[in-house]
T-cell receptor, first 113, second 113 residues
Framework: DAMVIQNPRYQVTQFGKPVTLSCSQTLNHNVMYWYQQKSSQAPKLLFHYYDKDFNNEADTPDNFQSRRPNTSFCFLDIRSPGLGDAAMYLC????????????FGDGTRLSIL | AQKITQTQPGMFVQEKEAVTLDCTYDTSDQSYGLFWYKQPSSGEMIFLIYQGSYDEQNATEGRYSLNFQKARKSANLVISASQLGDSAMYFCAMREAGNQFYFGTGTSLTVIP
């Protein structure tokens, strides 16, 4: 089945130690998104790619970076994680059409020690 | 102003009964899409139903239907014959021109046996 896959499902890192979360898709969608979601809150968009065009949200901290080396893969890099970065990180994909929904991966739950 | 407003932080419904989850939206665009997602406690976001701004009929998908009232800018989700597995967070979202989705704060639904 075509899908969005996030690895790992759970990630533990140390305060200040860089961490990378990965997302891959077999849907061939041209838009990929990264969201941060804290407990009982709505997902917060960090950035998205439309093909290779990177779109950063104004309030996304500089600590968060992203790479999309090809259509299928997208990475979220957190350069120096703080305790406040502990959250669920959701990757989603979509076609570039207004009537198209997002398809989400299962998420990566990040813990900071 | 909030693009999507969900005024019910939590809802309870008896098993086999119907329940309506409220969603209002704010946009000046003529063309937009409205989406509902379900997020169980395991964390994945599941797309449920879509309504386009030009659709004259209310969308339906199995036990899910969308009560779309364009003049009131509301897009309420109706779940018929509730099941225990329907217990989850429900998010309403809107897509205007471009690739950004706007999410509401969500409604936590609990189905009581």
């Amino acid at each position: 089945d075509a899908m969005v896959i996030q690895n790992p499902r759970y990630q533990v890192t140390q305060f200040g130690k860089p961490v990378t979360l990965s997302c891959s898709q077999t849907l061939n969608h041209n838009v990929m998104y990264w969201y941060q979601q804290k407990s009982s809150q709505a997902p917060k968009l960090l950035f998205h790619y439309y093909d290779k065009d990177f779109n950063n949200e104004a309030d996304t901290p500089d600590n968060f970076q992203s790479r999309r080396p090809n259509t299928s893969f997208c990475f979220l890099d957190i350069r120096s994680p703080g305790l406040g970065d502990a959250a669920m990180y959701l990757c989603a994909t979509s076609r570039n059409q207004r009537n198209q929904p997002q398809h989400f991966g299962d998420g990566t739950r990040l813990s900071i020690l | 102003a909030q693009k999507i407003t969900q005024t019910q932080p939590g809802m309870f419904v008896q098993e086999k009964e119907a329940v309506t989850l409220d969603c209002t939206y704010d946009t000046s665009d003529q063309s937009y899409g409205l989406f509902w997602y379900k997020q169980p406690s395991s964390g994945e976001m599941i797309f449920l139903i879509y309504q386009g701004s030009y659709d004259e009929q209310n969308a339906t998908e199995g036990r899910y239907s969308l009560n779309f009232q364009k003049a009131r800018k509301s897009a309420n989700l109706v779940i018929s014959a509730s099941q225990l597995g329907d217990s989850a967070m429900y998010f309403c979202a809107m897509r205007e021109a471009g690739n950004q989705f706007y999410f509401g704060t969500g409604t936590s639904l609990t189905v009581i046996p």
